[in-house]
Each structure stands twice: as C-alpha cells, then as structure tokens.
C-alpha cells in the first residue's frame, strides 16, 4: 500500500496534478449541481471493498460524478453564503501540504511550516494594529476561532475574578450563530445588545446592557466586523472603550470582513479595532485561500495559553520546551499547516496584490448598490458597508424567491439563494471572489425583472 515504486507514483501523481492544473485553468468553472443519495448510488456504486477499485477506478468516478455534484464555490455567480475564491497558487499548495506529511502542532515537529504560518499571522496582526507580543495560529474556521478566543477569555476572568464566575457574553442579535453555539457549548449566557438605527453594536447599548446585568457576570463582548448576512461593522471604537473601561475582554469576529482592513477605501470602519483581545479572520473567506483556514490572533497569547494548553505525560517533552507551539492556543491538538496555502500565495504576490483585489471585489460590490438603487423593481437594504449587497424585490414573497434561485441554480447560471432580515425574505450578493465582474452582476439582476 505505501509503494514507493517508482510506477505507481507516477501513474497516480500525473493523475492528480493534471486534474489539479486542468482544474485550476477552467475558466469559467461549471458551478455544477447536487445529486441525491438515490442518483449518486446508482451512477457511483460501492466503493468501498475488501480488495480496492484501483486508483483508475475512483479517480474516474471523483472526476466524472462526485465532482460534478459539488458546487463550485469559486464560481464567479456563486454569490450564497459566504463564497471562497482560492488563487491558483495557494490551491496548488494545498496539495504540498498533504505532500509534506507536517504536524504543525509543535515547534520540535514543525518549525518551518510555523514560522512561515506565523509571518502571515503577523501581517494580519499589523493590520489590526496588534502589538509585536501578539500570535495565535490557523484554525479549522471562525466558529473554532471565536470558541477558542471566548474559553480563553473566559479563562481569563476567572483568573482574575474577585467574586463569583463570569459566565455572561454579551453581543448583539446580529452576530454570527457561531458565536450562540459557543456559548452553548461553554454553557454561557449569551446576552443580546440591541443595535442602533444603523444596525451596529454601539458603546452606549454594550454600556446599558453589561450595567443592566451586572458587568462582572461577564467574561468577553462579541463585536462583529462584517456581518455575514448584511457585512455590517460594529462600531469598533465605542465598543472597545467600553470594554476597556469596565474590564472585560474584547473580542473581535472578522471571519468574513476581517479582509476589509486590507482595503483603504474601507479601514476607517474598523477605526477601534487595535484594542482587541482577540480577532480572527477566514483567510478562506475574503483572502483567496482554500478551505479551510481561519486566523486566530491573541493580543497576549500568553493568556491563552494558559486557557488551552493539554497535559499529558507523552507531550510535557513539548510543554517544557519553552517553544511556540501553535497548538497551545487553540481547541484541539494535533493540527495541519493549514496556514501554508495562505502563506505561500500572500509571499508570492505580495500584500499589493491582496489589497487591489479586495479592493476589486468592493467595487463590484458598489456597482451592485448602484444598479439595484437604479432599478425600480428592486430596493436596497443598506448601503454596503463592504461586499454584502442585501436587496428586496418588490412584490416578490418567499416563494418567488426559492423558484428564482432554483431555477438559476438549475440553469447553473448563478447560486444566490434567499436570506432573511428582520424577518423579511429577500437575498444577497456575498462577492468576494475578483472574477465576479459587474456584468455577472447585471446577468443576474436582469433575471429578476
Ligand atoms: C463565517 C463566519 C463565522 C464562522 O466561520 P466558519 O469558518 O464558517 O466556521 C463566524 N463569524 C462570522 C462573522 C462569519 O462570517
């Protein structure tokens, strides 16, 4: 099984990387569509047996049906969810990753692979304006990063509490459902601030509720740069002075808008930002890695260390060693470079190159806010604070809405599926992909007339 002849690598190596490069050139991507249980059993069969299919066989069947029954999530009308647009050179290094069998947990066993994670941390950390003591690593994605940042606030408080536990978060309604389920998992309260008539956390609601309740039942304040339904920032600022001055850890959830700090036509909203304990970013958002991949940067890492370190008799030769070891600041132990397709892509074009094509997806963005606004069919939510373009159309209820997006999806002309705000069905674009250009905008809009 583990032949090293010279044959068999070859034959399945050629395989993959000739898949891999004719992948990579496709251009457009088919967005492709699901299958069900039933279809994919019938067309694909057992595959797992006793005595193996070959590596003909199952390359066959992943190439001719399993993916063409995934979604193209680089597609440039893939506008759902949270889309993810890797550059050709950090999914192509994916694949050393797997090569290069890394752990990337500790120093002793991965040093290379971490210092070059830790150089990209570092870039992200000085756009947040983070001091030169601050790390974390790259973990599996935002919802592990912000419960991995809240166990170690929450650490933290009870450390330092004087009285009883903290056992109280506090965010608004507008955060993202990550963060309820990790306080569900921490057995936290989650306590709701309401927004202002712009839809954003503000000092004075924080300061309300956090009073209200008692500020010392509270271990950490959520803020959210870029709302992933409407890309709304908090205001950073007033948030963070508020935190300061009552003594709770501040956190910081930028997994989709985090990016936007990159961008100059857009840092000013993150203005507050560099008072964070804790920040993370989806480089497998908004930054053009594959999945996936979220940054996790602790102000004092030293904090959550404390919070995350595991002892066992087997790692102390590891604790004891005094080194960096990226998995001591984190939920879970053992730990792929995930941090490396986004390393080598960023050394390879330069951070110039991430801050114009951040900056090209914001501009598809306004021209969507433009031409819904010149629509009359069509009506805005929210002038886009970054890459999310919530809109309404007029007269349309819930269903048209499905029947519209299924049928584009069908058609696979473009994936944008229906969403909800304040109760109201409508949709987004979520565009973070740079291919996405302003006549895939005006292709799909014309769909809706
Ligand atoms: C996507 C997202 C998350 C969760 O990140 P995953 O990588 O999907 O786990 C958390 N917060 C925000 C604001 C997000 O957009």
Redesign the pocket.
């Known amino acids: 099984m583990h032949s090293k002849a010279s044959g068999d690598i070859e034959t399945i190596g050629r395989a993959v990387l000739a898949y891999a490069e004719g992948r990579l050139k496709l251009d457009p991507v088919p967005l492709d569509n699901p299958l069900t249980p039933t279809e994919l059993l019938g067309r694909v069969g057992q595959t797992i047996t006793p005595e193996g299919i070959t590596g003909k066989t199952a390359f066959d069947l992943f190439t001719d049906v399993l993916a063409p029954a995934c979604l193209s999530v680089d597609h440039p009308r893939f506008l759902s969810f949270?889309p993810c647009a890797p550059t050709p050179a950090a999914a192509m290094f994916d694949l050393v990753v797997g090569a290069s069998s890394v752990y990337a947990g500790s120093w002793l066993e991965g040093s290379g692979a971490v210092f070059a994670e830790n150089q990209a941390l570092r870039w992200i950390a000085d756009l947040v304006g983070l001091p030169a003591a601050a790390g974390g690593n790259f973990v599996p994605?935002?919802?592990i990063g912000?419960l991995s940042a809240l166990v170690a606030a929450r650490h933290t408080a009870r450390a330092n509490a004087t009285g009883s536990r903290p056992y109280r978060v506090a965010a608004t309604f507008g955060a993202?459902s990550?963060v309820r389920s990790a306080c569900e998992v921490m057995d936290a309260e989650l306590v709701g601030v309401p927004l202002d008539a712009d839809l954003r956390l503000t000092g004075p609601a924080l300061r309300k509720v956090l009073e209200d309740n008692g500020p010392e039942t509270f271990f950490a304040v959520v803020a959210?740069a870029?709302?992933?339904n409407l890309g709304i920032v908090d205001d950073l600022a007033s948030v963070a002075e508020v935190c300061r001055e009552l003594g709770i850890w501040f956190h910081v959830?930028g997994?989709?808008g985090g990016a936007g700090l990159a961008a100059p036509s857009v840092r000013g909203l993150f203005d507050g930002v560099e008072h964070c304990d804790s920040f993370i970013v989806?480089p497998h958002?908004w930054l053009f890695a594959p999945f996936d991949c979220?940054a996790l940067l602790y102000r004092d890492p030293e904090l959550a260390r404390a919070a995350h370190t595991q002892h066992a008799a087997y790692l102390d030769v590891l604790n004891d060693s005094g080194a960096w070891n990226p998995t001591d600041y984190s939920i879970g132990l053992t730990r792929r470079a995930r941090g490396l397709p986004f390393w080598f892509s960023l050394a390879m074009h330069g951070t110039n190159a991430y801050t114009e094509a951040i900056e090209r997806t914001l501009t598809v963005s306004r021209f969507a806010a433009e031409e819904i606004r010149r629509r009359p069919e069509l009506e805005l939510v929210r002038d886009p604070d970054l890459s999310v373009v919530g809109f309404r159309r007029l007269g349309w209820g819930p269903d048209d809405y499905q029947e519209w997006s299924d049928r584009l999806l069908h058609e696979e002309f473009a994936f944008v599926v229906p969403t909800k705000h304040e109760g109201e069905v409508l949709t987004r674009f979520a565009i973070v992909n740079p291919m996405t250009s302003e006549d895939d905008i005006t292709a799909i809009l014309d769909t809706m007339v």
């Open positions: 949270i994605g935002g919802t912000n993202h990550s959210t870029g709302t992933t959830d997994a989709y989806d958002k979220c």
